[in-house]
Each structure stands twice: as C-alpha cells, then as structure tokens.
C-alpha cells in the first residue's frame, strides 16, 4: 500500500508516492490531476504501490485526469499489465479516472508494451493520448 501522503513545499504538491529510481506521485492542484513519473524500472510490487497511490490521489481530490511522464519508463511485463486490465483499470474508472494523458517512453520497446496495453482497455471508459513532451501533454489535459 501507499506510504502516508508528504508535501512537497517546493511545489506545493502533495507526494502520494516517493522511491528514488522508480518513480514519483503527486497530486498536481493546478492541473488538478494525478501526476506520476516514472524514473526507471518498477518490480511487480513497486508498480502497484504507484499505481495505488495515484489511485488514492485521484479518490481523495476527486479528479478525472492523469499526467503520466513515462519517459524513463521501462517495459512493463505480461503479468504486470494483466494486473492493470484486469485489477487496476476497473477501479481506477470507477473511482472517476476518465482522462490520461502519457509522455512516450525513450525506449521503443517500452513504448511497445505501452501501445499493447492501451489497446487492451475499453477506449468508451477513458480517454488515452501520447505526447512527446509533458508541455503537450499538459496542455491536452488543461484543454479537457
């Protein structure tokens, strides 16, 4: 489960979510949005700690939207996206997540398993877009 939520005072964001080298979780207030980045490789636990922890971000502020930097993302594995399909996913559109707004992956094959993956979910719950650049990505969202 999610560690107890910090603030980040530099930002002003409350940090759901903080492992050095696998990634970070915020609550971004003036997106009003989850935002998670990604910052390398996440075993099958650390991926469901992040995606738990933006889940409880997304529940205790009522959001719709999801930021995630996945530029320094790795693959993910068969297990771990059926785990988001099946587990994941579900709640996460029940609990109100209606938009997701990714960065692309560096890496091309991880680029591929996130393609693989989004295919995988109803596209009438969510809607999905990829951008190159976070600005972009932002702006996609703040436009919604």
Do not use: C
């Not at 080298?21 to 991926?47: F, K, R």
């Amino acid at each position: 489960m999610a560690k107890a939520r910090e603030v980040d005072v530099s930002r002003g964001y409350a940090v759901y979510f903080s492992r050095y080298g696998v990634a970070v979780v915020t609550w971004d207030p003036t997106l009003q949005a989850v935002y998670t980045e990604a910052q390398s490789w996440a075993d099958p636990s650390e991926l469901a700690a992040v995606l738990e922890a933006g889940l409880q971000a997304l529940t205790e502020h009522g959001g719709s939207r999801w930021l995630a930097d996945g530029r320094n993302m790795k693959v993910l594995k068969q297990s771990d996206q059926d785990w988001i399909v099946q587990e994941f996913y579900p709640r996460a559109v029940a609990a109100g997540l209606k938009r997701i707004a990714l960065v692309i992956p560096t890496s091309g094959l991880a680029m591929a398993t996130v393609e693989q993956l989004a295919h995988r979910l109803p596209a009438a719950q969510v809607e999905v877009a990829f951008f190159p650049t976070l600005d972009e990505a932002r702006s996609w969202l703040n436009s919604r």
